[in-house]
């Protein structure tokens, strides 16, 4: 009778797709027939293996969906090469609290200065926090919605724009934007306005946005929303891969002078 009581519930958790449960229900009913625990704290340990898989589970398929570089963290960043930038302003932000304000995080500085690795480490940190995030750059975005304008498939794009709670877009300036892209890129972000998070990287200085767009009025309009309720991060150190590069000639030096270092 027993065994088939048993098989009978192996059955059940496996229509409910309760796996974990599945597989760690003989070992909990061991550990239940030699310990003897509550009723209730045999159920709540036996269904706390099924939350944690369910939430691994999500946190897969959210880190997925966002499309991130490689996984960074707050301590890889080395705040001492970039003198200029606040660490407590940065550690704040890494509170995510301007995420439940919906606001905005603009990051300036030149190539290499550590922009795409910050709005990464804030966008995995939002991820594992439980918010739906997606990273794109600029470029993409714009092809992206191009694209969806001539297959007529343009509500459906401007809607997954704006579903996630965070939308990291990379490397604005990069390359111009100009006429229907500029167009395109506005409404993305008056779409997210005061709706969702806009975490954007940039290697132009705001006040020469009308250069990027190729219109001032719609760089004015794009900057109206997204500075309303944001913060600004100038980061203005050395380069990452430049400072690399010096660093390996310099080791290299005495070996290609015979020791002379000149």
């Known amino acids: 009778m027993a065994e088939t009581i048993y098989q009978q519930l192996r059955a059940h958790v496996h229509e ?16 239940a027939e030699r310990d003897k625990p509550s009723y209730t704290q045999f159920l709540h340990d036996l269904l706390a293996h099924e939350v944690i898989a369910v939430e691994q589970r999500r946190l897969q398929g959210r880190l997925r969906f966002a499309k991130l570089p490689a996984r960074r963290t707050l301590d890889q960043f080395d705040f001492s090469a970039q003198p200029s930038l606040d660490r407590r302003l940065v550690e704040d ?22 922009k795409t690795m910050l709005a990464t480490i804030l966008g995995h940190r939002a991820i594992e926090a439980g918010y739906r995030v997606y990273y794109t750059t600029a470029a993409e975005l714009v092809a992206r919605t191009a694209k969806a304008a ?21 490397e604005l300036g990069y390359l111009p934007l100009a006429d229907e892209a500029a167009s395109h890129f506005f409404q993305v972000v008056s779409r997210r306005y005061e709706h969702g ?21 719609v760089a004015a309009a794009i900057l109206d929303r997204l500075l309303h309720h ?10 990452y891969r430049m400072r690399a590069h010096r660093d390996a000639i310099a080791s290299l030096r005495p070996a290609i002078t015979g020791g002379e270092i000149s």
Request: net charge negative; no cysteine; glycine share 8%.
């Open 230 to 239: 944001a913060t600004v991060l100038q980061i203005d150190g050395d380069s």
């Open 197 to 217: 998070s806009i975490v954007l990287t940039t290697n132009r200085h705001i006040v020469d946005w009308g250069h990027v767009f190729h219109d001032t009025t």
């Open 150 to 170: 001539i297959e007529g498939r343009w509500a459906n794009t401007m809607r997954f724009w704006n579903g996630p709670q965070l939308l990291i877009v990379d």
């Open 93 to 114: 932000l890494a509170t995510l609290r301007f995420l439940e304000d919906k606001a905005n995080l603009l990051l300036i500085g030149p190539p290499g200065v550590g």
């Open 16 to 31: 409910l797709r309760l796996s974990a449960v599945a597989e760690q229900l003989a070992p909990a009913l061991e550990h």
